[in-house]
């Protein structure tokens, strides 16, 4: 069975950190495209960071540049998301999602894009 599965979230002070991971079974990651995304309550899905095949292409919404590193380790079949100076605005489930693009140097974080795995998410709450 091909899955993805977030993990690390949970409640978290403003200012504070935590690491996401999104392990991957039944596939190999090496060979996909990964995708951040959440979704805040009452809002749409939206991208907030992406990382080529090789690790050599990432992105970032702006309302998390220079907060958040996304990286890459495929010889453990995980994408991590670092999110660091959080703040109340962060919260939402995020997910994460695979997908193959036709060349190496190519990523997406448009929640529109028809990626082709999705996990089921990790709730993020960053409160005092």
């Known amino acids: 069975q091909l899955q993805l599965v977030e993990s690390g979230g949970g409640l978290v002070q403003p200012g504070g950190s935590l690491r996401l991971s999104c392990a991957a079974s039944?596939?190999?990651?090496?060979?996909?495209?990964i995708g951040w995304f959440r979704q805040a309550p009452g809002k749409e899905r939206e991208g907030v960071s992406c990382?080529?095949?090789?690790?050599?292409?990432?992105k970032y919404a702006d309302s998390v540049k220079g907060r958040f590193t996304i990286s890459r380790d495929n010889a453990k079949n995980t994408v991590y998301l670092q999110m660091s100076s959080l703040i109340p605005e962060d919260t939402g489930d995020y997910y994460c999602?695979?997908?193959?693009?036709?060349?190496?140097?190519?990523?997406?974080?448009?929640?529109?894009?028809?990626?082709?795995?999705w996990g089921e998410g990790t709730l993020v709450t960053v409160s005092s």
């Open positions: 990382i080529s095949r090789s690790g050599g292409i990432r």
């Open positions: 999602a695979a997908a193959r693009f036709p060349v190496l140097a190519m990523c997406v974080m448009d929640a529109a894009y028809d990626m082709e795995h």
């Open positions: 039944g596939f190999t990651l090496n060979n996909y495209g």
